[in-house]
Each structure stands twice: as structure tokens, then as C-alpha cells.
């Protein structure tokens, strides 16, 4: 059973750089079968993708995000990373992991997420 768990600071302040981790366990973030997501959820707000990593290292961003945000891996550790740099308030929310054998849209495994707030 593959299980994704988030980790990260839950405080950045205003124009840092978030940056988060997913640790994966159960399967290999290099088997061909999992597109890697990270997805956020602000307060009363709608799920909004930010991006993934495939299987061979490649990634694919949300265009409204793309200029700040950097999707990473380690296979030593089969995790995979978020950076989103220059953060505002406007991204404070629930970020996700999360795994698609679509790539994108549609997910069948999720981490439990972790609440990132962003203020001074």
C-alpha cells in the first residue's frame, strides 16, 4: 500500500520560499506507474493543482504558479519536494501530495496534507 506523508514548516513569512517534502512509502517515486502532485486548498476555496513530477524526473507546472514554483525528487530517500518562492498571504493553505497514474485531474493516493500559513 503506497502512503504519501507531507512535512515541512507550517510559518513562512511573507516573500520566502515555502518549501515542503513528500515522503513516499509502499512503491518507488521511479516506478513507472505514479505522476507526483502537489496540490494546495486555501481557506474556502477550490483544489488548485500546482504540479508534478513524473516517474523519469520530468514536471509539468500550472502556468499561474509556473515562474515560482520548483518541483524536485530524491531517489535516495523517494521523496519529492515543493519550492514556491516569493510567497504572499494569497498562498496560504492545505498542501497536499498526492499520486495519479493520470498525471493530472484525477488522484488515487493522498498524503493528509499540512496547513502552511503565510504572514509576518
Known amino acids: 500500500q503506497v502512503q504519501l506523508q507531507e512535512s515541512g514548516p507550517g510559518l513562512v513569512k511573507p516573500s520566502q520560499t515555502l518549501s515542503l517534502t513528500c515522503t513516499v512509502s509502499?512503491?518507488?517515486?521511479?516506478?513507472?506507474?505514479?505522476?507526483w502532485s502537489w496540490i494546495r486548498q486555501p481557506p474556502e476555496k477550490g483544489l488548485e493543482w500546482i504540479g508534478y513530477i513524473g516517474y523519469l524526473g520530468s514536471t509539468s507546472y500550472n502556468p499561474s504558479l509556473k515562474s515560482r514554483t520548483s518541483i524536485s525528487r530524491d531517489t535516495s530517500t523517494n521523496q519529492f519536494s515543493l519550492q514556491l518562492s516569493s510567497v504572499t498571504p494569497e498562498d496560504t493553505a492545505v498542501y497536499y501530495c498526492?499520486?495519479?497514474?493520470?498525471?493530472?485531474?484525477?488522484?488515487?493516493?493522498w498524503g493528509q496534507g499540512t496547513q502552511v500559513t503565510v504572514s509576518s
Open positions: 498526492a499520486g495519479s497514474t493520470y498525471g493530472q485531474g484525477k488522484y488515487e493516493i
Open positions: 509502499g512503491d518507488s517515486i521511479t516506478t513507472p506507474t505514479y505522476f
